[in-house]
């Protein structure tokens, strides 16, 4: 089976190719965004009328999220059309399409986790354009939304503490207490959204780890885990930041994986034990 993934070159792109190559079976091809620009519809017809794909994973996306409430033209270009763009493609060339979505469509006011069949409500621009790429889905594609993704590579929560911690002193880490999610780790999230893509599973999967926490509460984990006091990481509450962040973040965006638990399938783990497993990896590199 050939698959596609676009965004290869990001955190969650670069361990879906890895996943699938790893796969008997499984002719995998990987577009990094300097490859495949999604935002251009011909770059794409091109792209997947040349490898063919019975499925396509559509990991790419604009993910600064403070940075796009300051050009909502290039959010919507990217993260809307440029799923737009994919899905059209994928259809025209019979391709099973899965996106990857996001736990900003959701403004975090419900005071419980969010089921799939709850109706979004985005507080960002990032999270109308991951919505608005959502609605561009036909109903037998898939949509995973995840939440607070760490991979080994990239720019995350996880490599950002380490990095602080890297640099010494003993300046308190502050992060805020009063924003909850999942965070939700690369490696398990790959072999889940792969899993549900080739299967063709139609609708919304929500794909998080377990246990729901605080950036605090994340950024504490770290620290314990990396050999740190936690007393060295001070809670403070969004209203404390300054400068505020220019994109409201929702405060409770758990998400409830119901579709997957509903259907008798393997949640992934409580992110503490993925935590630690990324931290060997991340330690065996020197990070820590
Ligand atoms: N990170 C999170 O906490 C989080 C949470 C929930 C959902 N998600 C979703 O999960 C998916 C994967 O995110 P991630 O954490 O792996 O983010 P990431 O590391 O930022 O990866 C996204 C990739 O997309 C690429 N890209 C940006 N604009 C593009 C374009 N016009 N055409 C093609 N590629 C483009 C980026 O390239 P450049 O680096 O060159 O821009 C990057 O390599 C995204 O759909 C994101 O919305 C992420």
């Not at 809307?80 to 399409?97: D, F, P, W």
């Not at 992110?271 to 931290?279: E, I, T």
Request: net charge negative.
């Amino acid at each position: 089976m050939r698959v596609l993934v676009t965004g290869a070159g990001g955190q969650l792109g670069h361990d879906l190719l890895a996943v699938l190559q790893a796969r008997d079976g499984i002719d995998a091809t990987g577009l990094a965004h300097s490859e495949l620009d999604v935002a251009d519809r011909r770059s794409v017809e091109d792209a997947i009328a040349g490898v063919r794909p019975e499925v396509v994973i559509h990991a790419a996306a604009w993910t600064a999220v403070d940075a796009c409430e300051s050009d909502p033209d290039r959010a919507y270009q990217v993260n809307s059309l440029g799923t737009r763009h994919v899905v059209e493609a994928a259809r025209a060339h019979g391709a099973h399409a899965c996106l990857i979505s996001t736990d900003y469509v959701f403004d975090g006011m419900a005071g419980r986790a969010y089921l799939e069949w709850d109706e979004p409500h985005p507080l960002s621009v990032y999270g109308r354009s991951k919505l608005w790429g959502e609605r561009e889905m036909g109903p037998e594609d898939t949509i995973v939304r995840t939440s607070w993704v760490c991979g080994a590579d990239g720019s995350n929560m996880l490599r950002t503490v380490l990095r602080m911690l890297r640099e010494g002193g003993d300046r308190p880490l502050r992060f805020v207490d009063d924003q909850w999610g999942c965070p939700t780790f690369t490696p398990g999230l790959a072999s889940v959204v792969a899993a549900l893509a080739l299967e063709r599973r139609p609708g919304i999967y929500h794909v998080t780890h377990q246990g729901p926490t605080t950036w605090y509460g994340f950024a504490s984990e770290i620290v314990a885990g990396a050999g740190g006091s936690r007393d060295r990481v001070e809670p403070i509450s969004t209203s404390d930041l300054d400068p505020p962040r220019p994109a409201p973040r929702p405060a409770y965006s758990v998400l409830d994986n119901a579709a997957m638990r509903l259907q008798g399938m393997d949640l992934l783990e409580d992110w503490h034990d993925a935590l630690v497993r990324l931290m060997v990896v991340l330690h065996e590199r020197g990070e820590w």
